[in-house]
């Protein structure tokens, strides 16, 4: 697998749309590859962003939120949040690198994902072509973030290994791969965290990929998601002191 980060001019909030960006700094892919795309970046396109003297930060986490658990718990006074069916710090909400917003998660970043994969799909004739839109977050019990998928299209997401034979020719009765998940991971790490102004990677030579022909349909992003009472967390998350307005 190789990824390659592309550099951008410095985007700011209602600038540029995403078409603009997209064309600008991809001029030539080929078939077969995944194009990775920041979700900062969708949504400072998208204009998907508030001032921050416009409302404190508290106020827009618990609005944006599907539940969370109050920053009291937290030693570092943030919220843990459940955003889109997805863990996360803050539900999503960054105020790095945006010169004065808060910038939220895509509307909807499927719909985000799909266009994207489209606009890109028919601009450059390709049939095997996917698209991330990524973001950063972090795991529990290690330090550091990694980058997440939230949103993809093109390809197969998880790639189920359930019935086939392990080495030792024992069934493997639970093994999926989280697909979008390990190529966002990759991504972020070469995009980076902070000045590198590369919000968008190119990613090549992945024979694992399983590519489509159509966006995920319903019923295939519903499987990628776990009821929290099914998680393998369960003890866990069922005990957290959730709350919702």
């Known amino acids: 697998m190789k990824v390659t980060a592309v550099k951008t001019k410095l985007l700011e909030a209602n600038k540029y749309t995403l078409t603009e960006v997209l064309s600008e700094s991809i001029d030539n892919i080929s078939e077969g590859i995944i194009v990775a795309i920041s979700s900062k970046i969708v949504s400072l396109c998208e204009g998907n962003i508030l001032p921050l003297e416009d409302i404190s930060k508290d106020n827009l986490i618990k609005k944006e939120a599907d539940c969370f658990i109050p920053k009291e718990y937290s030693r570092y006074g ?77 390809f197969i997401s998880i790639n189920s290994k359930i019935g086939e034979k392990d080495l030792f020719n024992k069934t493997l009765r639970q093994t999926r791969i989280n697909v979008a998940d390990g190529l966002a991971a990759a991504a972020v790490l070469c995009m980076g965290e902070s000045i590198e102004q590369t919000p968008v990677a190119i990613i090549e030579d992945v024979p694992f990929v399983e590519f489509q022909d159509h966006a995920p349909d319903t019923e295939e992003l519903k499987s990628l998601r776990i009821e929290i009472k099914d998680d393998l967390y369960a003890p866990l998350l069922e005990k957290a002191p959730w709350t919702s307005l």
């Open 78 to 154: 943030v919220y843990l949040t459940i955003k889109n069916g997805l863990l996360v710090p803050s539900a999503g909400i960054d105020e790095s690198n945006t010169n004065g917003y808060y910038v939220m998660w895509p509307k909807d970043p499927q719909k985000s994902a799909n266009y994207c994969w489209e606009f890109l799909r028919e601009r450059f004739r390709l049939k095997n072509i996917g698209v991330i839109i990524t973001d950063s977050t972090t795991s529990p019990l290690k330090w550091g973030v990694t980058g997440k998928a939230i949103a993809h299209c093109g």
